[in-house]
């Protein structure tokens, strides 16, 4: 079997730091899903959207979040698709989407992280990371706007609130909605959310490397108390790392209770096989194997590049030729252990912690 490249989904086929492959995949489903819709307002989402990342849209600075960037916004995008695909490919149960729902979950999935994206004339901050707090919220503003430019204006305040199942601003029973397909959207892109970046073959390594130094720059790797004293969250990348199979057992209270778990609609769109779960497993399988070895040399995986200032590198590297935008692209890699995938293969079965550590909504 050949093995998965960190710049790809959990099946291996789809390029995930490329916005034109996943437009291509997304518009597949789309097209089986309602033959007789056109794609041209998800294409122009996906334009608009890459746009954006790559600092290319007038009022807003280059995408400078380095575990918020364009292939974890590709990588939610694709897991929405394919949630929803399975939702419509049940037998029994809810009312069905329609095409104009898809339409909606996708554009809201393209835009979920834009909050991060930092406006030219914002003089308070110096990285998008300081906007974890309230990325959500923006988001929420910038598809106001937004969904009217595409036409889509009757649903921008829908999408306003959509987003919100991706953060922790709002509760998400507190979150209110048209409908109850309009539920079960929202939560199909908080679940997409979720098992999308933890599913990331370079789960571990982001974390390490790229989600700690954002949580740093949002203030919350540390926790002021109201005594005046400080409380250390995360002490260092390591140490996220260390307690992410605390943070899983949150995610699935997650995903089950508060998402209704529809995730599990993904299986329906692999045929049986939950290829997100399976990923998933396999890391958190490893963070406790390093939990207990205590060998943090064993994290030797090298994600793709994430910023815009690396794009011409990365298209220079392999993107394809006429392609609409800068695609990322692939870079030579190591694998976690030094005989490949095995040692990932061989840790122990997964277990469950008693403690609970969260650190949704960022």
């Not at 490329?18 to 334009?47: C, H, K, M, S």
């Not at 959207?185 to 073959?201: E, F, H, K, V």
């Not at 990365?314 to 935008?325: I, V």
Request: proline share 5%.
């Amino acid at each position: 079997m050949k093995r998965r490249r960190s710049e790809y989904d959990v099946s291996n086929r789809i390029k995930t730091t490329d916005p034109t492959v996943v437009n291509a995949e997304v518009d597949r489903i789309f097209t089986r899903l309602y033959p007789r819709e056109a794609t041209g307002q998800i294409d122009q989402a996906f334009e608009d959207m890459a746009a954006l990342y790559r600092g290319d849209r007038q009022g807003y600075v280059a995408c400078d979040t380095p575990y918020h960037d364009i292939q974890h916004v590709l990588d939610v995008t694709l897991a929405m698709a394919r949630l929803m695909d399975g939702y419509e490919r049940r037998k029994f149960g809810y009312a069905s989407l329609d095409a104009p729902l898809f339409r909606l979950g996708i554009v809201t999935a393209l835009f979920h992280d834009c909050g991060y994206v930092r406006t030219l004339d914002d003089e308070l901050h110096q990285s998008g990371s300081e906007l974890t707090l309230t990325h959500v919220s923006r988001g929420a503003q910038f598809l106001r706007a937004y969904l009217p430019s595409i036409g889509m204006g009757e649903a921008a305040d829908i999408a306003a609130r959509l987003i919100h199942f991706t953060g922790f601003e709002t509760s998400v029973a507190n979150i209110t909605v048209p409908s109850l397909r309009h539920r079960f959207l929202g939560c199909m892109l908080g679940s997409a959310d979720i098992i999308a970046q933890m599913s990331d073959r370079c789960y571990l390594e982001k974390c390490r490397d790229r989600l700690f130094p954002e949580f740093v720059a949002a203030g919350i790797a540390r926790k002021h108390l109201p005594s005046g004293e400080e409380q250390v969250v995360y002490a260092s990348g390591e140490d996220l790392v260390l307690k992410t199979p605390q943070f899983y057992e949150a995610a699935m209270r997650r995903l089950e209770s508060d998402l209704a778990g529809v995730y599990h609609f993904a299986g329906r769109h692999f045929g049986g096989k939950h290829l997100y779960m399976e990923e998933i497993a396999k890391n958190i399988r490893f963070a406790q194997h390093l939990s207990r070895e205590a060998e943090r040399s064993a994290l030797k995986r090298r994600p793709p590049p994430a910023l815009a200032s690396n794009f011409e590198e990365c298209t220079r590297l392999g993107a394809p030729e006429g392609s609409r935008w800068s695609s990322l692209s692939a870079m030579p890699r190591r694998r976690r252990a030094t005989e490949g995938d095995s040692a990932q293969e061989e840790t122990p079965p997964l277990v469950l912690p008693d403690e609970n550590h969260t650190r949704f909504g960022a």
